[in-house]
């Protein structure tokens, strides 16, 4: 069974542009959770998508933000680029009523912001 | 305070050392603990719950202090295979779940 997949593994931008990271959750999953981990520092939650609706997010600015697709697939879009923005995007994904305790984590999106 | 607080490390142990790792957190009103792991470059993955009694698994053993808001992982018998990074993580409020920056061990041989 395929696990958490994320598109593209790597992406470089510059500075203003506009980003979108894509993740597909494992199937029977129906929450999608994103991360930002920068260099050296923890996993910092962004957002938390469960049945298509957006039910918590972090501390971020609201030039992040995301969808959930009907097939629980999800993007994450970070407009106006910055360069603190360059970190490692991991999306995560769970089963429903698991109340996000088993995160299942796909490999991530390396963002380079130049 | 940070919400997740881990000493970073890193710690190098030889094999068959028992070493610990402590994490505190900050919002007393948070319900479920875990520790993750993640291998160099690698995403995170669940190495087990924590609850209220302990709880072990094989050499890992987990505990829960809600008086003191901290949680502790100990690993008996360390292998060379355990060297990773060792994430602490809360359950903050609605599935917000808040990782810790990570404690990085190597076991040397």
């Known amino acids: 069974e395929a696990g958490v997949t994320q598109s593209p593994t790597h992406l470089i931008k510059t500075r203003g542009q506009q980003a979108t990271l894509r993740c597909s959750p494992i199937s029977g999953h129906t929450s999608v959770y994103w991360y930002q981990q920068a260099l050296g520092l923890g996993l910092q939650f962004l957002l938390w998508y469960d049945e298509g609706e957006e039910r918590n997010r972090g501390n971020f600015p609201p030039r992040f933000s995301g969808r959930q697709f009907p097939n629980y697939s999800s993007e994450l879009n970070v407009n106006a680029l910055e360069l603190e923005d360059s970190a490692l995007y991991l999306c995560?994904?769970?089963?429903?009523?698991?109340?996000?305790?088993?995160?299942?984590f796909g490999s991530g999106t390396q963002l380079s912001v130049l | 305070r940070k919400e997740v607080e881990q000493d970073p490390g890193p710690f190098n142990v030889p094999e068959g050392a028992t070493v610990a790792f402590n994490c505190t957190y900050s919002n007393s009103a948070s319900q479920s603990f875990f520790w993750y792991r993640q291998d160099c470059r690698k995403e995170p993955k669940l190495l087990m719950s924590?609850?209220?009694s302990g709880n072990e698994d094989g050499r890992f053993t987990a505990q829960l202090n809600r008086a003191s808001q901290y949680i502790s992982l100990l690993i008996r018998d360390s292998k060379l295979s355990d060297s990773a990074t060792y994430l602490c993580?809360?359950?903050?409020?609605?599935?917000?779940?808040?990782f810790g920056a990570g404690t990085r061990l190597t076991v040397k041989p």
């Open positions: 993580v809360v359950n903050y409020n609605n599935n917000d779940m808040r």
């Open positions: 924590v609850y209220s």
């Open positions: 995560a994904s769970s089963l429903p009523g698991t109340g996000g305790e088993k995160l299942f």
